[in-house]
């Protein structure tokens, strides 16, 4: 069964850039990734369709995260950019099942694959 490993992450200054990886071991529909901290409310934050769809972003982002895709490899980038500190979090890579994909950020209920989690701070 399709497993999500992601990679990245770590601890940067403000205005800094880091960069998320998310591998999916099988084909997958929508890829991208939710954040969440401690006593709120997770936050889906980007999403892509994969196989070349369109992409999409929280208004909290857009502007400073770009997401990306290589296909020949399963794998989406989340490059983030001009990082805040609002912007700490642990982030998890999250997809849906091939040939299901979104119109707009991913919902939590239609997330089929979570990987493992990833700490991003921001100071």
Do not use: P
């Amino acid at each position: 069964h399709v497993q999500l490993v992601e990679s990245g992450g770590g601890s940067v200054q403000a205005g800094g850039s880091l960069r998320l990886s998310c591998t999916a071991s099988g084909s997958t529909g929508a890829m991208g990734w939710f954040r969440r901290t401690a006593g709120e409310e997770r936050e889906g934050v980007a999403f892509i369709n994969t196989g070349g769809g369109r992409t999409y972003y929280s208004d909290s982002v857009k502007g400073r995260f770009t997401i990306s895709e290589d296909n020949t490899k399963n794998t989406v980038h989340l490059q983030m950019t001009s990082l805040k500190s609002e912007d700490s979090a642990e982030y998890y890579c999250a997809a849906s099942t091939s040939g299901h994909y979104c119109a707009g950020l991913l919902r939590a209920s239609s997330v089929r694959l979570w990987g493992q989690g990833t700490q991003v701070t921001v100071s």
